[in-house]
């Protein structure tokens, strides 16, 4: 399976500002998405992000306030914008391969506190 | 629509006890399911799939799963807990026929007492 990396792996931020987390990804693959996971919570999906098209929001989530990066097959950026304390989370980046009974493989996450 | 849930948020067991923990799905078309698990400060590794064949499938670390279609369930079982066992345990659905979104359940984590 894909080795994932994801940079930082924890974070201590301000509130009103914005962090950048990359995902980086030792094969090329198709599909990449980024979940939040809250204090003792499941996964949430934010965004699917394919490289060559604009990222695939969920109910919820906005570009403005979570814009995401695809530059190519193996690099992605998710960028957390204008931090308030409700967006201290793990944010977890995941990827896939095209077949639909392939599973999704995940990152170390990023540990992200505002204060 | 699909949807996942996992019966029971935290689970205890004594170490070499059995190990199980729940989960039912509810899916249009036959599904693929998943088990993961996370450790603390970690990402979620995958443990075992079931995507078609045969319905009890074996994934790392001694665990395994049965797919019962008239259940609609893929519980997670393991013969004798570990401490290393210790974690929060994840199971997912997925639709298949052609790329769905994964839904993920709430989670069990799982304690094991020495």
């Known amino acids: 399976s894909a080795v994932i990396s994801q940079k930082p792996s924890r974070d201590i931020c301000q509130r009103g500002t914005s962090l950048t987390i990359q995902c980086q990804v030792d094969?090329?693959?198709?599909?990449m998405f980024w979940y939040r996971q809250q204090p003792g919570q499941s996964l949430t999906l934010i965004a699917t992000?394919?490289?060559?098209?604009?990222?695939?929001?969920e109910s919820g989530f906005v570009i403005d306030k979570f814009p995401i990066s695809r530059p190519n097959l193996t690099f992605s950026t998710l960028t957390v914008s204008n931090m308030s304390p409700e967006d201290s989370s793990i944010y977890l980046c995941s990827v896939s391969g095209e077949e639909d009974n392939q599973p999704q493989h995940f990152g170390d996450g990023t540990r992200l506190s505002i204060l | 629509a699909q949807s996942v849930t996992q019966l029971g948020s935290h689970v205890s067991v004594s170490e070499g006890a059995l190990v199980l923990l729940r989960c039912n799905y509810s899916?249009?078309?036959?599904?693929?399911l998943f088990w993961y698990v996370q450790y603390p400060n970690q990402g979620l590794q995958l443990l075992l799939k079931?995507?078609?064949?045969?319905?009890l499938v074996k994934g790392i670390n001694g665990f395994e799963a049965e797919f019962k279609k008239s259940e609609t369930s893929f519980h997670l079982t393991k013969p004798s807990a570990h401490m290393s066992d210790a974690a929060e345990y994840f199971c997912a659905v997925r639709k298949s026929g052609g790329y769905q979104k994964v839904t993920f359940g709430t989670g069990t984590k799982l304690q094991v007492i020495p």
């Open positions: 079931y995507t078609t064949g045969a319905t």
């Open positions: 094969s090329q693959v198709t599909m």
């Open positions: 899916s249009s078309v036959p599904p693929y």
């Open positions: 992000a394919n490289q060559g098209s604009e990222a695939t929001y």
